[in-house]
Nanobody, 123 residues
């Protein structure tokens, strides 16, 4: 079965950094698009960063230049390095997979979801 597990969240101060991990199993990792999404209380879940099956990477304008996706295919793991964190980044962060490997970073097309990990940035 396809399984995804996000981890690495925590409490940091403004300007701090965190690295989130998404561990995947049960599918051919490189054939899927992998995305990071986040949801703050009272807000819709939104795409943060996604990488397509062919390697095209997208970053939301709000995180461009601060967040970076990377992967370790041998470990079936995707990372989200988050630097220069702001209180506005506070949310539950989810990793997800799209089995078609497309490049639309939207919750509408992602098929598989892991449990979220809480990121809290204090002001």
């Amino acid at each position: 079965d396809v399984q995804l597990q996000a981890s690495g969240g925590g409490l940091v101060q403004t300007g701090g950094s965190l690295r989130l991990s998404c561990s995947a199993s049960g599918f051919t990792f490189t054939d899927y698009s992998i995305g990071w999404f986040r949801q703050a209380p009272g807000k819709e879940r939104e795409g943060v960063s996604c990488v397509s099956g062919i390697g095209d990477t997208y970053y939301a304008d709000s995180v461009e230049g601060r967040f970076t996706m990377s992967s370790d295919n041998a470990k079936n793991t995707v990372y989200l390095q988050m630097n220069s964190l702001k209180p506005e980044d506070t949310a539950v962060y989810y990793c997800a997979a799209d089995h078609y490997g497309g490049n639309w970073c939207s919750i509408l097309v992602y098929d598989y979801w892991g449990q979220g990990t809480q990121v809290t940035v204090s002001s």
